[in-house]
């Protein structure tokens, strides 16, 4: 092979290195992590856009998981991740303890928020679970409408608010 053909070939996969390589960083840890959660927050609004068909459900405490006429609050969660492929415990209390903690000042779409609220509340124990559903609101049931939207930064569940963990 002549010197010049050698640096011609030299050249190529020299180039074809960088770029593969370039490729490959541009697909790395970062890149992976970009894509993770841009996968989790679309998973995250079909949760919320599939909960959101249930408006006005009843509520009824103890509901069935079997059922979707009515829902309590933890059912309506447990069933709504379910379709998703996030397998919730039943209780709003078992679901307060899967997933990440989230402080309520990094609140995504999807994130579980829980209250302590109820004749059974004592202040610190979990007794309600919802989704975050952006803009300070979130989706759960409790007596009447059923299924609806409120606002987490004022009224009734600003002041009941406990925690928040991620589960997607």
Known sequence: MNKHTWVKKAIIV????????????????VGQAEAAVSSSYSTAKKVVNYGKQFMGTPYQF???TSTTR???CSS???HIFKKYGVY???TSAAQSKVGT???????????LVFFSSGSRSTGKNVT???VYIGSGKFLHTYGKPGVMVSSLTSGHWSK?????????
């Open 14 to 29: 020299s180039l074809s290195a960088s770029v593969g390589f370039g490729t490959l960083l541009a697909a790395g840890p």
């Open 62 to 64: 103890g509901a069935s």
């Open 70 to 72: 009515v829902f309590d």
């Open 76 to 78: 309506l969660m447990k």
């Open 88 to 90: 919730l415990p039943r």
């Open 101 to 111: 903690y989230v402080s309520k000042s990094n609140l995504r779409t999807g994130d």
């Open 128 to 130: 309600h679970v919802g």
């Open 160 to 168: 009941t608010y406990v925690k928040a963990r991620r589960v997607l």
